[in-house]
Structures are given as structure tokens and as C-alpha cells.
């Protein structure tokens, strides 16, 4: 089966542009993850996904970041404007529910530098 | 909200030796425990899981988890590594809240293992 699509794989941008990530999930998963992962630490929620309603929210930047997943399927997340603190990769997954729990598969990842 | 603590952020090992790595969580309700591990240029993938049952988990290449409910700890062990086992290792708790699983990683474990 094919894995989580992501793309950019890469974006550098100025701080104060905006950027905005895609991602596709697996197909039949209905929850979608966004993750930041800064060097050297371990991955953040930022939002989760349950078709097209929101789970948590509870660590996005609300003032500067915004995600989408208006059909159920893709999403995308935005960032706007970016700060230099932004620079990260940014990851997605999709989960389904089995056997009573959620197993998790993780897109490559897109890596942002702000400069 | 709950919250994961690895304790080795970074462990170097030569190969054959054994290898404990430690996990931590708060949170008092329902959890599912995952480690993960990301090779180097690679995707975050499944290593091993506990959701229910026998406390002592299996996992890929000769892995194994021991969940202590009392101790809320999830520690990751194999009994002699390899080099290929070099990788970054990430412990993660989905929590119970409502109808979901909200899931939160620790920061993460270097190993290096030298030939």
C-alpha cells in the first residue's frame, strides 16, 4: 500500500512569508497528524484529525498557523507569518483504529528553514 | 496533559553489548505505549506497541518493551545490539481523552552503536 505523501520535501523562506505543507494520508485512515519536530527533540502535536474534525488543537499556534482537511483526505497546514523559531521539519501521519488501538505511519517529512 | 521523559538522550554502545533504554509517562487513565525508531534519512516507523495484555511486548529485530503499570514507565531493551541498530529512538503515549487518543512523544534517544 502506498505510505503518507508529503511534499515539499524542502522549503526555505524568509521570515514573515508564508508557506503552506500538503500532505496525503493513507487511504481509509481517518485520523491525520500534523507533528513539529525541532532538532534534537522529539515530535509535537500541532493537530489531529478525525475525518474532518478537529481532535486537539491545543499546541497549534493559532495566530500564525492554520490546517485544513476539508474532504476527509488530504490536509494541508500553513504558517503565516513565519518566524526564524519556525524552522523545523514538520510531519504528518495517519492512524486508523485497530484491535482497539491507533497505530501511526509517518509521512518522509517537510524540512523548513526560515532565514 | 500528559507528558513522556526518556532519560538517555544519547547512548553509545559497542556492538553484542545489551541496550535499556528508559520511558517515562504521566498521565493516570487509559494509555496505548509505541516506541519508534527513525534510521538515519528515514521515516519514523513502528518499533513495537502495548495496548493491552501480556505486559512484555515483542517487537521488529529482536526488540522487546516491558510495561510496569506502577511505575508508568515502558522501557525498550534488546540483549545484544547491532551497528544497524544506530538510530534515533522515540517512546510516544496515546491517551485516553473522550472518544480519542491523544498521542505525545519524548524527546527522543541517540544510539550509536560502533562495530
Known amino acids: 500500500e502506498a505510505g503518507v505523501a508529503q511534499s515539499p520535501r524542502y522549503k526555505i523562506i524568509e521570515k514573515r512569508q508564508s508557506v503552506a505543507f500538503w500532505c496525503n494520508p493513507i487511504?481509509?485512515?481517518?485520523?491525520l497528524y500534523w507533528y513539529q519536530q525541532i532538532l534534537g527533540q522529539g515530535p509535537k502535536l500541532l493537530i489531529q484529525?478525525?475525518?474532518?474534525?478537529?481532535?486537539?488543537d491545543s499546541q497549534l499556534p493559532k495566530d500564525r498557523f492554520s490546517a485544513e482537511r476539508l474532504k476527509g483526505v488530504d490536509s494541508t497546514l500553513k504558517i503565516q507569518p513565519a518566524k526564524l523559531e519556525d524552522s523545523a521539519v514538520y510531519l504528518c501521519?495517519?492512524?486508523?483504529?485497530?484491535?482497539?488501538?491507533?497505530?501511526?505511519?509517518f509521512g518522509p517529512g517537510t524540512r523548513l528553514t526560515v532565514t | 496533559a500528559q507528558s513522556v521523559s526518556q532519560h538517555n538522550h544519547h547512548v553509545i554502545l559497542s556492538e553484542a553489548a545489551s541496550l535499556e533504554l528508559g520511558c517515562n509517562y504521566s498521565?493516570?487513565?487509559?494509555?496505548?505505549l509505541f516506541w519508534y525508531v527513525q534510521y538515519p534519512g528515514q521515516h519514523l516507523q513502528l518499533l513495537l506497541k502495548?495496548?493491552?495484555?501480556?505486559?512484555l511486548v515483542k517487537g521488529i529485530k529482536g526488540f522487546e518493551a516491558e510495561f510496569i503499570k506502577s511505575k508508568f514507565s515502558f522501557n525498550l531493551r534488546k540483549p545484544s545490539v547491532q551497528w544497524s541498530d544506530t538510530a534515533e529512538y522515540f517512546c510516544?503515549?496515546?491517551?485516553?481523552?473522550?472518544?480519542?487518543?491523544?498521542?505525545?512523544f519524548g524527546r527522543g534517544t541517540s544510539l550509536i552503536v560502533h562495530p
Open positions: 501521519a495517519s492512524s486508523f483504529k485497530r484491535l482497539g488501538f491507533y497505530e501511526q505511519y
Open positions: 502495548y495496548f493491552s495484555g501480556d505486559p
Open positions: 484529525f478525525q475525518n474532518n474534525g478537529v481532535v486537539d
Open positions: 510516544a503515549v496515546n491517551a485516553q481523552a473522550g472518544g480519542s487518543y491523544i498521542p505525545t
Open positions: 498521565y493516570g487513565g487509559t494509555v496505548n
Open positions: 487511504s481509509g485512515h481517518a485520523t
